[in-house]
């Protein structure tokens, strides 16, 4: 059993990212499945996923030694981040990491040069609608660049792999991948042209699970990108895609407690937790992320609160603006849930703001082990 005096914790479940895997290889037979190790980088989970067959996303060279410190084969992971400095990519390449991102012809340079003979994937910026936690333009060249760009690539003795989008995270419009799709199969003509077959296509992540509001499942979002694939991609052109979310986002709960409630001066109940946006719930960020919460007092009649965190920083509210109800009898001491909460929590606690400690997580073999509140 999992002492609850030390709230707030996570508890992962690493059989839920087991079944979340099986459910997206159902949906998309024959895809390649690189997990985001950024996602929830718990030894556990990595393990679960190496053993299911997984791939790996890693993003640093402190996730490059994670995977490798676990025996996960280098072979497996690719250095997907496009933003790198040049010891980085040579550090990798001495551990044996072979697969890159890149989105610049900088970037591609400094990887011909710190890790000959790679495999190459350039990322390109699809036109796609914004997600619910979107990237902006921070990644990615224009659609046009990714033919000319892997064809230096090739030029400079590097292994074109084909083009690679991200639709945003949390994607909840199917049509996203539908887009991006069929821009990838216009680049794979134009690399055709250029004699270079595209061996694979990278879909990114982005797969959404329900949050307080519904996403589309991954039976569906499936169909729609096999769909797709077919139509617009070469026939025999290998998907990989790099789900951080989908895997691990239901397979944690966050476990904390309420430390204060009050009327405060602007007339509003606000319920201060002892988890905010600096211990884990980063993705409460322009209330981005809507977490569903369940409480001990669920069955009392409810009304709208302001949920913030326990720190003393103005922005440790995670929701202001959006409808929150909680039971109108919660107080100080009471038990909170907050559900599917596996993803991006635990990666994101800060290690001492405010001298609150990182988010502990409690990793729990099969789900009958844990008793819950
Ligand atoms: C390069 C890259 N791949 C994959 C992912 C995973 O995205 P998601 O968790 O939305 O599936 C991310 C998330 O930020 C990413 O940056």
């Not at 072979?98 to 003979?117: K, S």
């Not at 790679?118 to 060249?141: D, H, I, Y």
């Amino acid at each position: 059993m999992i002492d609850g005096s030390t709230s707030p914790y996570l508890v992962l479940y690493p059989d839920r990212v087991a079944a979340a895997y099986r459910a997206l290889g159902a949906a998309l037979p024959g895809a390649r499945i690189r997990y985001a190790v950024k996602a929830t980088p718990v030894p556990e989970v990595l393990l679960a996923l190496a053993a299911a067959g997984a791939e790996f996303d890693v993003a640093s060279p402190g996730e490059i030694e994670l995977c490798l410190g676990l025996g996960i084969a280098p072979e497996l992971l690719c250095y997907g981040n496009t933003v790198k400095k040049a010891a980085q990519i040579a550090g990798a390449h001495a551990r044996g990491v072979r697969r890159y991102a890149f989105d610049t012809a900088d970037d591609l340079r400094r990887i011909a040069r710190h890790a000959p003979g790679a495999e190459v994937e350039c990322r390109f910026l699809p036109a796609t609608p914004p997600s619910r936690t979107p990237f902006g333009g921070k990644f990615g060249c224009a659609p046009g660049e990714v033919a000319p760009l892997l064809t230096m690539a090739r030029d400079l003795g590097l292994v074109p792999a084909g083009p690679y989008f991200h639709v945003g995270s949390q994607q909840t419009d199917p049509a996203a991948w539908r887009i991006g799709l069929e821009q990838a199969g216009r680049i794979a003509g134009e690399l055709a042209a250029a004699g270079i077959p595209v061996r694979s296509v990278n879909i990114g992540g982005g797969l959404p699970i329900p949050y307080a509001e519904p996403a589309p499942g991954l039976a569906e979002l499936g169909a729609v990108i096999t769909a797709a694939a077919r139509e617009h991609l070469p026939p025999g052109t290998a998907l990989v895609v790099e789900p951080g979310r989908a895997l691990t986002g239901a397979a944690g709960e966050l476990h904390c407690e309420v430390v204060a409630v009050r009327i405060a001066p602007d007339g509003r109940r606000w319920v201060y937790l002892d988890v905010g946006r600096y211990s884990g719930l980063a993705e409460t960020e322009n209330e981005y992320i809507v977490y569903r919460i369940a409480t001990e007092r669920d069955g009392d009649p409810r009304t709208e609160a302001v949920l913030a965190g326990p720190t003393c920083d103005g922005d440790d509210v995670l929701y202001q603006c959006t409808r929150i109800l909680l039971p109108v009898t919660l107080r100080a001491g009471d038990r909170v849930r907050i559900l599917d909460a596996g993803a991006y929590t635990a990666s994101y606690a800060s290690v001492s703001f405010n001298g609150f400690p990182p988010l502990t997580v409690h990793v729990t073999g099969a789900e009958r082990e844990w008793v819950q509140s």
